[in-house]
């Protein structure tokens, strides 16, 4: 896996602005999930049992299992954004909140957590040009204090910088729990 500090992640990206969003949370999240996995669940033991999936099901069985892979990121590899996904905010380049954003990820690295948890992205930032090309998805896990790129790509930040993203979400309306 590749890894970047979050001050060099943020110095190399020429960008127009950001949208921020919030995912794998809410009621409508779980209500789905309630659904989807017994689905999987089904899927996965009919195949393993009778090998009678057809292919409609194989499909499907697959589609589900990328879906509720351990770890979710806001953008998949063909560049979808999660099922679950919700555009909370837009701010430009020299907005003041993006500003701030761009002085959390220069924050001095001094203490590196490193919890042994997967983490579960559920706030993400996506860094885009001004013609709405994607540049960069930023996931973030307060939790277990975890930033990626995608599934190859991980964000080293400072214990700090994460009491600060949790602050900076808030301030702008992401559920973050406390």
């Not at 999930?33 to 099901?57: A, D, G, I």
């Not at 996904?85 to 500003?99: A, G, I, L, P, W």
């Not at 579960?120 to 860094?127: E, H, L, P």
Request: with cysteine.
């Amino acid at each position: 896996m590749n890894s970047v500090t979050s001050s060099h992640y943020i110095k190399s990206l020429a960008f127009d602005y950001i949208e921020t969003y919030s995912f794998q949370r809410g009621d409508e999240y779980q209500a789905a999930m309630q659904v989807l996995r017994p689905e999987r669940n089904r899927l996965k033991v009919r195949k393993q049992k009778r090998n009678n999936l057809n292919e409609n099901e194989e499909i499907r069985l697959s589609e589900l299992d990328a879906l509720l892979a351990m770890t979710q990121y806001l953008i998949d590899n063909n560049g979808l954004f999660h099922f679950s996904s919700q555009r909370t905010n837009t701010f430009q380049y020299d907005h003041e909140v993006t500003k701030l954003l761009r002085n959390i990820l220069l924050t001095k690295i001094t203490d590196v957590n490193n919890w042994m948890c997967a983490p579960i992205y559920r706030d993400a930032i996506v860094f885009y040009k001004s013609s709405g090309e994607i540049i960069s998805a930023l996931n973030i896990c307060l939790s277990c204090e975890a930033m990626a790129i995608d599934s190859s790509s991980q964000v080293i930040a400072d214990g700090r910088t994460y009491e600060l993203l949790r602050k900076f979400f808030k301030e702008i309306g992401h559920p973050v729990k406390s």
